[in-house]
C-alpha cells in the first residue's frame, strides 16, 4: 500500500501591533526609526505571517516619506514607501515577511511609531502545488479569503467567505482534483476574519 502525497499547512496570525517594530520617538532630522519593537530581534523583525507595515504619527507628518526595507512573503528583497500621516495612522499595502529598516525622510512633528498590520499573505507552499482541502476557523467577523498563485498579488485562484461566528468551523469543498497553483500558493485576508486555517494541498 503506497502513502498519500498529501501535506497539510498550517495558517494563523497574530492580532496587529501598533509598536511592534519601533517604539514612539521622535526624530529631529532625517534618518532610521530605531527597531526595538515588541516583535524585533537583533535589530529587525520577523512576522509571525507576512503581513503589511503601519506608521502611527502623533503630529502631521504628510510631507515625510517612510521607507520599508526588508523581504516580501516569497523572500525577496523589497522596500516600500509610505506617506505619513496626520496624527494617525499611514498603512501600507505590500506584504513585509521581514523588515531590516525604515527610513523617514526628514525631521517628524512628534512621536512616530511603527508595527504590523492585518492584511496578511500567508504561504500555503512556496512551488507548485494543488489545494485539496480546508480546514476553517472562524473569527466573530465575516470577511473574503483569497487564495492566489505565485505571490500575495498574483492570480486569483480561488475566493470564499467566513461567517461571523467565532470558534465555529468550515470544511470550504475543493472539488475533483483540486485546484493548481503554479509557483507557490498564498492565504490572503484580514487577519480579523479568520482565527486559524489548515490547507492540505500535494
Do not use: H, W
Not at 76 to 103: L, P, R
Amino acid at each position: 500500500m503506497s502513502g498519500s502525497d498529501v501535506q497539510a499547512t498550517f495558517i494563523e496570525a497574530a492580532t496587529s501591533d501598533d509598536n511592534g517594530i519601533s517604539t514612539a520617538a521622535t526624530l529631529s532630522e532625517a534618518g532610521d526609526l530605531t527597531i526595538n519593537g515588541a516583535l524585533a530581534s537583533g535589530g529587525s523583525v520577523t512576522f509571525d505571517q507576512p503581513r503589511n507595515v503601519i506608521i502611527t504619527s502623533a503630529g502631521d507628518d504628510r510631507g515625510d516619506t517612510f521607507t520599508v526595507t526588508g523581504t516580501d512573503e516569497t523572500g525577496a528583497a523589497q522596500t516600500e514607501a509610505i506617506t505619513g500621516a496626520n496624527a494617525g495612522v499611514a498603512t501600507g499595502s505590500k506584504f513585509f515577511a521581514t523588515v531590516t529598516q525604515i527610513a523617514c525622510s526628514g525631521a517628524t512633528a512628534g512621536d512616530v511609531e511603527a508595527g504590523s498590520g492585518t492584511s496578511i499573505a500567508a504561504p500555503v507552499f512556496q512551488g507548485s502545488c494543488r489545494l485539496r482541502g480546508l480546514y476553517v476557523v472562524n473569527t466573530g467577523t465575516a470577511g473574503t479569503i483569497t487564495f492566489r498563485e505565485t505571490s500575495g498579488t498574483g492570480s486569483i485562484r480561488m475566493q470564499y467567505n467566513t461567517v461571523a461566528s467565532a470558534n465555529t468551523t468550515e470544511y470550504p469543498d475543493i472539488p475533483d482534483s483540486g485546484i493548481r497553483c503554479n509557483a507557490g500558493a498564498y492565504v490572503v485576508y484580514t487577519q480579523t476574519t479568520m482565527s486559524s486555517m489548515t490547507v492540505f494541498f500535494s
